[in-house]
């Protein structure tokens, strides 16, 4: 159900913007021009993280011994090892591709289905992509920042691969349809768990904050681990050259 929702509001929300989105991808008008949507979405977004999700996340990292957390951090990040061979391939980095295919059989197996993350002792890095990435490389451009109800900050470029992204997950396949919900439920909270000490790095303004921070992210993942030395500079035309 979680992802069928994530699918249902990234489409919604693409379709919702697409005429000005497109204006703003073709003459470069900035990072942000919906800023004021954004700020709006941000806030239901955190009161709902405040009063709900980070809650529930103490909670569980309360009762979670600490091995127990790294097993379930491990288990999905396992999971998304298959996607990110699915996006290496599709990036023509074929090594990356075989490296990540090696992760997830010897993590897979040995590993007991990835709570233990052998792979990474044995010299199998992972390599962190999605479809995003997989765009950028094919030269789609970033476009402007968005704020997606429920799902947090992306771009026209990552929110749409994200659409593709989920049906790169094994957890997608899962029949059980509890299972499958329970699986998404405990990725939500395992994922915001690792996020607690974040919080108390935010400062300032923390709408500004969370998107500096995003779009950082995204930048260095698509530019491969580097970064620009300033990062006001988006980009050598003036537009945004970064993305997830």
């Known amino acids: 159900m979680f992802r069928q929702n994530f699918l249902l509001l990234t489409l919604l929300l693409l379709l919702t913007v697409p005429a000005q989105a497109q204006e703003v991808i073709e003459d470069d008008a900035g990072r942000d021009p919906f800023e004021s949507w954004n700020r709006a979405v941000f806030t239901f977004n955190d009161g709902l993280d405040t009063w709900l999700v980070r809650p529930v996340a103490q909670g569980y990292h309360f009762i979670m011994p600490d091995f127990a957390e790294r097993g379930v951090s491990n288990f999905f990040a396992n999971l998304y090892d298959a996607n990110s061979v699915l996006n290496a391939t599709l990036q023509g980095r074929f090594n990356h591709a075989a490296r990540g295919s090696g992760r997830f059989l010897v993590n897979t197996t040995l590993g007991v289905a990835g709570l233990f993350d052998v792979a990474t002792r044995m010299g199998l890095t992972p390599y962190p992509t999605d479809f995003g990435h997989t765009l950028a490389i094919w030269g789609a451009p970033s476009g402007p920042y968005l704020m997606v109800p429920l799902l947090g900050p992306r771009t026209v470029r990552s929110g749409a691969g994200s659409i593709v992204d989920v049906y790169g997950l094994p957890q997608t396949y ?71």
């Open 174 to 244: 899962v029949d059980n349809v509890a299972l499958r919900n329970s699986l998404y439920g405990l990725e939500l909270i395992e994922a915001r768990a690792r996020l607690l000490e974040v919080d108390e790095l935010t400062s300032g303004d923390r709408y500004i904050f969370i998107r500096d921070a995003y779009l950082q992210q995204r930048e260095v993942l698509v530019n491969d681990g580097k970064i620009q030395d300033d990062f006001s500079d988006f980009g050598a035309e003036g537009g945004w050259e970064e993305d997830f």
